[in-house]
């Protein structure tokens, strides 16, 4: 389990977390990537999911970081981060049923953090995104309106919701975390993922490896055949002697004709 201070890492960020608090990373858990992830085509889960036993208190956590790639649709952005916020309960209460007992590579188990957050009493819901600078409006009035869009969804869950840049998030005294740089750390899914192109490049070098001797043995064979068809008739007949064949037409029909059988009709 996850003790005091504990941090994790999100992207280019690491999240420090107030003392108390349990944290799950539903990537980690292989009944979510393997069975409930799949569900119904699709179902999304939240960054992070923390819960404080004292406070009774059940964070759901979403990072994103649009400041490398293209701008979001506003209408897209808001479906989408409601659609997790409700794909994370259901699995939550699912999972309090379903989920068995795992060793995740971060945080406490699903099973674990599912079956605890039935005791909640307040749940709590989050959003740090942040922005490019670029295009007509500028990243404060366009996460805005992005927070204007989900208060309109989320309130009958959370009417204290924070959507808020990642690094402001970490100064607002409404989330239990502090925002530092991760530096060239990475979070497990995307270390697992590097393992993972490492496994599949060198499986990609052993099978090219493999094709290119095979090509090889292929071409040293037709070479040795045309070299051996490139020798003279009577150094052929010439070697086949040496070799302790005759070398008569003779012998060599005897070789490639089958025998007949006898007649067993008289």
């Given at each position: 389990m996850f003790?005091?201070?504990?941090?994790?890492?999100?992207?280019?960020h690491r999240f420090n977390f107030e003392a108390g608090y349990y944290v799950c990373r539903f990537e980690c858990s292989s009944f979510?990537?393997?069975?409930?992830?799949?569900?119904?085509?699709?179902?999304?889960?939240?960054?992070?999911?923390?819960?404080?036993?004292?406070?009774?208190?059940?964070?759901?956590?979403?990072?994103?970081?649009?400041?490398?790639?293209?701008?979001?649709?506003?209408?897209?952005?808001?479906?989408?981060?409601?659609?997790?916020?409700?794909?994370?309960l259901f699995l939550l209460r699912a999972a309090a049923i379903c989920a068995p007992e795992e060793e995740p590579a971060e945080g406490i188990s699903l099973r674990d953090i599912a079956?605890?957050?039935?005791?909640?009493?307040?749940?709590r819901i989050a959003f740090t995104i942040e922005l490019a600078r670029t295009g007509l409006f500028p990243p404060k009035s366009l996460l805005a309106t992005i927070?204007?869009?989900?208060?309109?969804?989320?309130?009958?869950i959370d009417p204290d919701m924070v959507c808020l840049p990642i690094t402001e998030s970490g100064a607002?005294?409404?989330?239990?975390?502090?925002?530092?740089?991760?530096?060239?750390?990475?979070?497990?899914?995307?270390?697992?993922r590097i393992e993972e192109a490492r496994l599949a490049r060198e499986k990609e070098q052993k099978i090219a490896a493999e094709k290119?001797?095979?090509?090889?043995?292929?071409?040293?064979?037709?070479?040795?055949?045309?070299?051996?068809?490139?020798?003279?008739?009577?150094?052929?007949?010439?070697?086949e002697r040496e070799a302790g064949q005759t070398g008569t037409h003779a012998?060599?029909?005897?070789?490639?004709?089958?025998?007949?059988?006898?007649?067993?009709?008289?």
């Amino acid at each position: 389990m996850f003790q005091a201070g504990t941090s994790c890492v999100e992207g280019l960020h690491r999240f420090n977390f107030e003392a108390g608090y349990y944290v799950c990373r539903f990537e980690c858990s292989s009944f979510y990537s393997h069975h409930a992830q799949n569900f119904c085509s699709s179902c999304k889960e939240m960054d992070f999911v923390l819960y404080h036993p004292g406070k009774k208190e059940l964070w759901l956590i979403e990072v994103k970081d649009y400041r490398f790639n293209a701008r979001p649709k506003v209408r897209d952005l808001v479906d989408k981060l409601c659609r997790k916020v409700k794909d994370c309960l259901f699995l939550l209460r699912a999972a309090a049923i379903c989920a068995p007992e795992e060793e995740p590579a971060e945080g406490i188990s699903l099973r674990d953090i599912a079956r605890m957050s039935l005791q909640a009493k307040h749940i709590r819901i989050a959003f740090t995104i942040e922005l490019a600078r670029t295009g007509l409006f500028p990243p404060k009035s366009l996460l805005a309106t992005i927070k204007d869009l989900l208060y309109r969804q989320i309130r009958f869950i959370d009417p204290d919701m924070v959507c808020l840049p990642i690094t402001e998030s970490g100064a607002d005294p409404r989330c239990p975390w502090t925002i530092t740089s991760a530096g060239n750390e990475h979070s497990s899914r995307i270390r697992k993922r590097i393992e993972e192109a490492r496994l599949a490049r060198e499986k990609e070098q052993k099978i090219a490896a493999e094709k290119a001797r095979a090509a090889e043995k292929r071409e040293r064979k037709r070479k040795a055949k045309a070299r051996q068809s490139s020798i003279p008739l009577w150094k052929q007949r010439a070697l086949e002697r040496e070799a302790g064949q005759t070398g008569t037409h003779a012998d060599r029909r005897k070789k490639h004709t089958p025998p007949v059988p006898p007649d067993t009709t008289a």
